[in-house]
């Protein structure tokens, strides 16, 4: 590699004074290229005498060059040679590089983390407080299917009206009990209604309805015929006695023999009768129809005195009743009147005929039922195999009938032509 001074020197325009000249200084030559010396050899002194060149009296070490004249950054970078250039320049774009990556790296901020998605979880539901009552299909505390059911003969003698506790009855039968005079059995489960009556005597055919759901059935008496089947069926019989009915002085009798439910599950107790097993009807949500097409039943029954007749009402999805021609009102403990109203009419189409002063049904078997909610009518069929099995109800194809919620109100009669309807 070249003296960078020597170089310099001949690359520029510098030049010596002509007092002073450069003396060549002999460079010593201790062998040829081309003759291999031994060491031991060149460091004998006979040797290096031998090839010493001759003193040279211009030769004098205390003759110094002058030191070279200070360049400019400008001439110094004149003078870098291309190769120098090169590496100059790799080592620039490395830097630069470097320090821009390391500026970046530096400089530039961290990504905020993404937040963690929070699954909120739902809250379970409360657990329900309500369940739906195997008698009328609404709502109730989950203690009162646990309650008896209990049944209670009501009578509708002109001078029984207006009678009491209809309405708060889950299920009504009517039917003709004697001489075209109708009653009723009132089945109760949901309510406690203090205030009912006037109870009157039992039937058969009552027996049969009240024994379909394991009911508890108060009377005052009854015919020959259902008196001497209460033990024979297991009728829980609830007679009436002074302890748990009693009479009003407002009717005379036989028409003011009132009761409540609360001494009627204490009678029911005492003799041990317990809770009551029976299936119910099967229910649905109500679904009130745009376009009525049963909008007033008419049922003739028996006389003017004791037809009745249920008018659909659309804001309150149920039929008032009216009885010989006027609205059937019941009235409370309080004198407070109110017109029945049930969600559900059934028609009950069986044979009718009598026994002496009695009529008497084919309340077992099956038959044809005309069923009336949400303002249209169903052509059903109603079956009750036998006494102790309750009623139920089928369309036309066979398949379950589902009812409403609430009160169902049920009405046998005698023959297809004692029942109508208009939209």
């Known amino acids: 590699m070249s003296i960078d001074g020597i170089r310099r020197m001949r690359q520029s325009n510098y ?3 002509q007092s002073q ?7 010593p030559v201790y062998a040829r290229a081309d003759q291999f010396v031994p060491p031991s050899q060149m460091e004998s002194q006979d040797y290096q005498q031998a090839n010493m060149p001759a003193s040279d009296p211009n030769n004098d070490p205390s003759q110094e060059l002058p030191p ?16 120098q250039w090169i590496i100059f320049g790799t ?26 998605k929070v699954v909120k979880s739902k809250p379970a539901p409360p657990p329900p407080t309500t369940e739906a009552s195997y008698l009328t299909g609404v709502q109730v505390g989950f203690d009162v299917n646990k309650r008896p059911v209990t049944a209670v003969m009501i009578e509708n003698s002109q001078d029984a009206r207006p009678q009491s506790g209809l309405d708060a009855a889950g299920v009504v039968f009517e039917a003709v009990a004697e001489g075209g005079i109708t009653r009723f059995l009132a089945i109760f489960q949901d309510s406690d209604p203090a205030y009912i009556g006037p109870v009157r005597s039992v039937r058969p055919y009552y027996l049969h309805w009240a024994l379909g759901f394991d009911a508890a059935i108060a009377h005052a008496g009854g015919s020959a015929e259902a008196l001497a089947s209460i033990g024979p069926w297991g009728v829980k019989d609830l ?23 609360t001494k ?22 109500e679904a009130p129809a745009k376009t009525p097409t049963a909008r007033v039943i008419s049922m003739n029954i028996s006389s003017a005195a004791f037809n009745a007749s249920f008018t659909y009402d659309p804001a309150t999805n149920s039929y008032a009743r ?46 044809t039922a005309f069923v009336f909610q949400d303002g249209t009518v169903t052509e059903a069929v109603w079956n009750k195999p036998d ?8 369309d036309k194809a066979g398949k379950p009938l589902k009812l409403v919620p609430g009160q169902t109100w049920i009405t046998a009669l005698g023959g297809p032509d004692r029942i109508s309807w208009t939209p």
Request: proline fraction near 9%.
């Open 387 to 394: 006494r102790n099995t309750n009623i139920t109800f089928t």
């Open 68 to 83: 070279p004249p200070k360049r400019s950054f400008k001439q110094w970078l004149a003078a870098r040679t291309k190769k």
């Open 264 to 285: 009627l599950r204490d009678y029911a107790a005492q003799k041990g009768f317990g809770t009551s097993k029976y299936t119910g009807f099967l229910r649905r949500p």
């Open 21 to 27: 000249k450069l003396v060549p200084v002999p460079v």
């Open 91 to 116: 080592i620039l774009v490395l830097l630069i590089g470097g320090g821009a990556a390391a500026f970046v790296m530096l400089g530039k901020e961290e990504p905020p983390k993404p937040t963690p």
């Open 322 to 367: 009216s009885l010989a021609g006027s609205p059937h009102m019941v009235v409370d403990g309080a004198g407070v009147q109110t017109q029945l109203k049930p969600k559900v009419v059934v028609g009950l189409l069986m044979a009718q005929g009598n026994n002496g002063i009695y009529t008497t049904y084919a309340s077992l078997g099956s038959g």
């Open 239 to 261: 007679n009436h006695d002074s302890a748990h009915f009693y009479r009003i002085s407002s009717r005379f009798a036989p028409h003011n023999l009132y009761t409540d439910i």
């Open 15 to 17: 030049a010596l004074p």
